[in-house]
């Protein structure tokens, strides 16, 4: 008896089919760890703005205390910043507390909603006299 050794067709396409599943599978998790890796980078990079900002915001005057936007120059292109102060009312006061401001800024990458970074602050603004 005369035995052929090799592989029969059906072998050979049973094998092209799991390395093309595991393949699918690989290059799955590769692009979900790129996504994961630029998401990482937006939340590092957004939250020391932000802190640089707010660290702006803590040291300057009360009277230079207002809403304003911008972007943080060619170090770190599409990223923006916007700030909006405003001031402070509790439910049931009549009146607006106008010694303290509420200020938040967002940090915002790129044209996409899901790339924006919130802070509050809360400041107390003593009054002039």
Same mark, same amino acid.
């Given at each position: 008896?005369?035995?052929?050794?090799?592989?029969? =067709?059906?072998?050979?396409?049973? +094998?092209?089919?799991?390395?093309?599943? $595991? #393949?699918? %599978?690989?290059?799955?998790?590769?692009?979900?760890? =790129?996504?994961?890796?630029?998401? +990482?980078?937006?939340?590092?990079?957004? $939250? #020391?703005? %932000?802190?640089?900002?707010?660290?702006?915001?803590?040291?300057?005057?009360?009277?230079?205390l207002i809403s304003n936007s911008g972007d943080f120059g060619e170090d770190f292109p599409d990223y923006r910043w916007e700030l909006t102060v405003s001031d402070v009312g509790f439910l049931g006061a009549e009146?607006?507390?106008?010694?303290?401001?509420?200020?938040?800024?967002?940090?915002?990458?790129?044209?996409?909603?899901?790339?924006?970074?919130?802070?509050?602050?809360?400041?107390?603004?003593?009054?002039?006299?």
């Amino acid at each position: 008896m005369r035995r052929d050794s090799g592989f029969t =067709l059906l072998e050979v396409m049973i +094998a092209i089919a799991i390395i093309a599943i $595991a #393949l699918v %599978a690989v290059l799955g998790s590769q692009s979900q760890s =790129l996504s994961l890796a630029s998401e +990482a980078k937006f939340n590092t990079t957004a $939250a #020391l703005l %932000a802190q640089s900002k707010m660290a702006e915001v803590e040291a300057a005057s009360p009277e230079e205390l207002i809403s304003n936007s911008g972007d943080f120059g060619e170090d770190f292109p599409d990223y923006r910043w916007e700030l909006t102060v405003s001031d402070v009312g509790f439910l049931g006061a009549e009146e607006v507390l106008d010694y303290l401001k509420q200020i938040d800024l967002v940090v915002s990458w790129g044209e996409h909603k899901s790339y924006q970074y919130r802070v509050r602050l809360y400041r107390f603004v003593p009054k002039a006299t």
